[in-house]
């Protein structure tokens, strides 16, 4: 028998792993840029936003008013959040979740139940897509 060398070895099994990875990737079909033409409205949802200015913790802010960080600010101007559940800009963050009253239910439909949103979650308002749904 013969034996395989080091880097043969890997080689060989890299060529397989990613052989393997290859075939078990999911399709995915050419997406749009576009919303699409016709969009529902959900009765009832609610899109929130990161308030980078306020903390519901009273030690981390005492008075109720924080001045936060540049990457807790460019994260909060852009991101629309499906539910009251946040996506922090970084750990440590104590941005409020709030309310986004400017998102009306049938924006609500087309930014996060659509074909350019399949897992339904956090949307940034810099994405082509997203600025054609806001109009912008």
């Known amino acids: 028998m013969q034996r395989m060398s080091r880097r043969r070895f ?3 099994g890299g060529g397989w792993v ?3 990875l290859a075939a078990c990737r999911p399709k995915l079909g050419p ?14 949802a609610v899109a929130y ?3 980078p200015n306020y903390s519901a913790d009273p030690v981390a802010c005492p008075g109720g008013t924080c001045i936060a960080c540049a990457a807790c600010r460019a994260h ?6 499906p539910s009251a ?15 986004d ?7 609500y439909g087309a930014l996060f139940a659509n074909s350019n949103n399949p897992t339904g979650g956090p949307v940034d308002r810099r994405w082509p897509w997203v600025s054609a749904v806001l109009g912008g």
């Open 101 to 107: 009253p400017s998102i009306t239910p049938e924006t």
């Open 85 to 99: 559940e946040p996506v922090r800009a970084h750990p440590g963050c104590k941005c409020l979740v709030v309310p």
């Open 10 to 12: 890997l080689a060989v």
């Open 49 to 51: 936003r990161l308030d």
């Open 31 to 44: 997406t749009t840029t576009t919303p699409p033409a016709t969009t529902t409205g959900l009765a009832g």
């Open 76 to 81: 909060a101007a852009n991101r629309i959040l």
């Open 18 to 20: 990613a052989l393997f």
